[in-house]
């Protein structure tokens, strides 16, 4: 779809303006710095972008559980950027807020003091809901 293709190229442009990294093919601990791979096709081509959630699921989750309502459907396309350092990911979530290519729904931050990481078996991140806002999409 254009708005997952666009996303794609928001991602990269995010990434490269906080110091970002993503996950490549073969080992699932391998991420690389797009700031370094950017420039260079082939290792760019190894960088793993999310798909969009399958057809088939979408519709289940619309009439099972959002009563059909497509606005309440957030996690579509799956991807993630990561930092080596706090300072990084709020210059990236800065980046992101103001984008006029997208708009935040919801913010959840699983790095508080305040969150409950035993509810997720210790994992924590910040997990951002968005939409494409981008008239092409």
């Known amino acids: 779809s254009i708005a997952n293709l666009i ?9 490269y303006r906080s110091q970002g990294w993503f996950h490549v093919e073969g080992d699932r601990e391998r991420f690389v710095k797009w700031r370094d791979v950017r420039d260079d096709p082939e290792a760019a081509k190894h960088v793993l972008w999310a798909g969009l959630k399958r057809h088939r699921r979408t519709m289940e989750k619309l009439l099972r559980s959002y009563n059909n309502d497509l606005g309440r459907l957030l996690d579509v396309s799956r991807n993630l950027i990561v930092f080596d350092n706090m300072s990084d990911l709020t210059m990236a979530l800065g980046i992101i807020v103001t984008d006029e290519n997208v708009r935040v729904d919801r913010l959840k931050n699983r790095l508080s003091g305040d969150y409950d990481s035993e509810e997720t078996g210790g994992y924590r991140d910040v997990c951002i809901n968005l939409r494409v806002i981008n008239k092409q999409a």
């Open 7 to 15: 996303l794609v190229e928001r991602l990269k442009d995010w990434a």
